[in-house]
T-cell receptor, first 115, second 116 residues
Framework: GAGVSQSPRYKVAKRGQDVALRCDPI?????LFWYQQALGQGPEFLTY????????KSGLPSDRFFAERPEGSVSTLKIQRTQQEDSAVYLC?????????????FGPGTRLTVT | AQKVTQAQTEISVVEKEDVTLDCVYE???????LFWYKQPPSGELVFLIR??????QNEISGRYSWNFQKSTSSFNFTITASQVVDSAVYFC?????????????FGSGTRLQVQP
């Protein structure tokens, strides 16, 4: 398909485990965003890439969260030593260019449950 | 700081009724963009519309219409003759031009249930 894809769709982790969430943006999209969506809430920004450069990581909640996009396409969000409060849906979005006017296209999300 | 408020947590209507979803925003930027997204039960956010701060013309797309009023900092969304397939959570979002921040700021969403 031509949309944003994410894997896995569901992930259950025991507290203290490390997890890696993958995002495949739409081909050719320059900008890539990660958001965290808690149950019943709107998505909240985590981090932003323009090509391979991470230009904004102000939303990452702690140093246990790390994201990369080494070749400017696929991105991975890694959470180390998971805690119960990390349980949420993690959404990836991409947009064609870098400006704020461009709509973001979202993937289906990865639902992370930390037990 | 930017903020988006969707005061209606949940709305329930019967099919064919009209329904309006409210969105109020706060920003200090003079150039900004407003968006509406739909999140059906499958979970994927679907883009519906974008408006920029210089264009206050209302927009209509089929059964959907949007009313942007800078004077009240509102960007409301109306569905005419609602259908069961409109049942979803709807999010209003804001992005700013001059702050350099590219992220969307979302409201907390309004869950719309359309009963047959």
């Amino acid at each position: 398909g031509a949309g944003v894809s994410q894997s896995p769709r569901y992930k259950v982790a025991k507290r203290g485990q490390d997890v890696a969430l993958r995002c495949d943006p739409i081909s050719g999209h320059v900008s890539l965003f990660w958001y965290q969506q808690a149950l019943g809430q709107g998505p909240e920004f985590l981090t932003y890439f323009q090509n391979e450069a991470q230009l904004d990581k102000s939303g990452l909640p702690s140093d246990r969260f790390f994201a990369e996009r080494p070749e400017g396409s696929v991105s991975t969000l890694k959470i180390q030593r998971t805690q119960q409060e990390d349980s949420a849906v993690y959404l990836c979005a991409s947009s064609l260019a870098q400006g704020p006017s461009y709509e973001q296209y979202f993937g289906p999300g990865t639902r992370l449950t930390v037990t | 700081a930017q903020k988006v408020t969707q005061a209606q947590t949940e709305i329930s209507v019967v099919e064919k009724e009209d329904v309006t979803l409210d969105c109020v925003y706060e920003t200090r930027d003079t150039t900004y963009y407003l968006f509406w997204y739909k999140q059906p039960p499958s979970g994927e956010l679907v883009f519906l519309i974008r408006r920029n701060s210089f264009d206050e013309q209302n927009e209509i797309s089929g059964r959907y219409s949007w009313n942007f009023q800078k004077s009240t900092s509102s960007f409301n969304f109306t569905i005419t003759a609602s259908q069961v397939v409109d049942s979803a959570v709807y999010f209003c979002a804001l992005s700013e031009s001059n702050t350099g921040r590219r992220a969307l700021t979302f409201g907390s969403g309004t869950r719309l249930q359309v009963q047959p």
